[in-house]
């Protein structure tokens, strides 16, 4: 595939003098023109709040926000407009089903099904709303490869389990986990399945209705789209079970001084004026992943990540930190007993961009015993060239520490 870059004004810069190598993606990608254009142009043009006026800017500005949530759940292939709900992002989403599940349903005794590998989002939430209602909260444990224990999974699975809440993708690891067996092992007990999907959707098509999951969360922000943007999909009949997670302007339907009524989906679920004018932005960058296609977007960065496990494996010293069978393209390495805050300075300085760290995912780390790892992630605009000035620079750093 030829090189995008020209498409992504941030990547046509010199950093310290160096071509900028842009390599994490997993924490945010890079916008596009075209996604910057949406913006920008919503503002010049289109700037008013949605669904509340007759006047032609507001009308203007909520076709364009409902045609993205058009895209959004064409993109998943949702069911219904209404089973999409647009939030801040993936942590926003799973707190709102973490908070309104627990009100509607969680009880002392009761238990909650997570992984030991989850990101923080979906991992804290769930702490905080079993403290709060005298719930279990169970963690499926890992190997060293990364993958996780269905075995154990299975076993916690009882009357007890009130949810299930698992990433589809590690984003310390890159393992990608078999969500469809996940749900369908929970739903034989008829327990309901959350999936965090912040790292599969750039990277995998995503079907919920062939996954057959209850709840799907996932940001704009990691697929080419702006800062604060995110979806929570959910199955009508859950989302109608669920007590509001906010309350405000937009998601009421009658007022009174005695009594309140709630908005129809999914507009019980979007308390507030939204972020319009981003919005706007991620329907675009939606539109640029479809015009790409998503397969021939992982095929790419599956291409990546074999030439750069075949680079990296000469540097003396190199440990590499998740090898499932299937993976997604993330790297996460250390080399030696060099510090990764150390070794990614180092490699900054060399004009390419890594992460450093626990990734949101420090009971992973504490698992290999390990500080944290250097993660490089790919995108679709990145290139060999990449992965070789990633070499070079990580060469060049264990020559200084050595």
């Known amino acids: 595939m030829k090189s995008l870059k020209k498409e992504f004004p941030i990547l046509n810069q010199e950093i310290y003098g160096k071509p900028y190598v842009y390599l994490d993606n997993a924490a945010t990608t890079q916008k596009p023109l075209s996604v910057i254009d949406a913006l920008t142009e919503f503002y010049k043009r289109y700037n008013s709040n949605v669904h509340r006026g007759v006047h032609y800017l507001s009308q203007k500005a909520t076709e364009i926000f409902e045609s993205t949530r058009t895209k959004a759940q064409s993109f998943i292939n949702a069911p219904f407009r209404e089973e999409v709900v647009f939030t801040k ?76 809440a698992v990433g589809h993708v590690s984003n310390a690891l890159g393992t990608i986990h078999p969500v469809k067996e996940i749900i369908a092992e929970a739903h034989k007990k008829d327990i309901p399945v959350l999936i965090d999907g912040a790292q599969a959707v750039p990277h995998t098509k995503v079907d919920v209705q062939e996954l057959d999951c209850d709840f799907y969360c996932f940001s704009a922000h990691k697929m080419y789209g702006p800062t604060g943007v995110g979806v929570l999909y ?140 250097i993660r490089a992630s790919f995108a679709i605009y990145n290139t060999v060239e990449d992965v070789d000035r990633l070499v070079e620079a990580v060469e060049r750093a264990k020559q200084m520490f050595s």
């Open 89 to 164: 992002g993936t942590t926003e989403s799973v707190n709102l089903v973490a908070n309104s599940f627990g009100r509607a349903f969680l009880k002392k005794g009761d238990e909650i099904i997570i992984s030991a590998m989850e990101h923080h989002s979906n991992m804290i939430p769930w702490r905080m709303v079993a403290e709060q209602y005298e719930a279990t909260l169970k963690y499926v444990p890992f190997s060293d490869d990364g993958e996780l224990d269905m075995e154990s999974y299975r076993s916690f699975l009882s009357d007890k389990t009130k949810i299930v």
């Open 234 to 373: 959910g199955k009508k009949e859950w989302l109608e079970k669920l007590p509001p997670y906010q309350g405000g302007g937009e998601m009421i339907d009658t007022v009174t001084l005695d009594e309140v009524t709630f908005n129809e989906l999914p507009y019980k679920f979007e308390a507030g004026t939204p972020n319009v004018a981003d919005v706007a932005a991620f329907g675009a960058a939606i539109d640029f992943m479809e015009e790409l296609g998503v397969e021939k977007i992982a095929a790419h960065e599956n291409e990546l990540l074999n030439y750069t496990n075949e680079r990296m494996s000469s540097i003396d010293g190199l440990r590499v930190f998740g090898n499932a069978s299937d993976k997604a393209a993330v790297y996460s390495f250390l080399v030696g007993d060099i510090h990764p805050y150390d070794m990614g300075t180092i490699i900054d300085k060399m004009g390419v961009a890594v992460r450093t760290g626990h990734h949101c995912a420090e009971p992973v780390m504490n698992y290999y015993n390990i500080p944290g790892t």
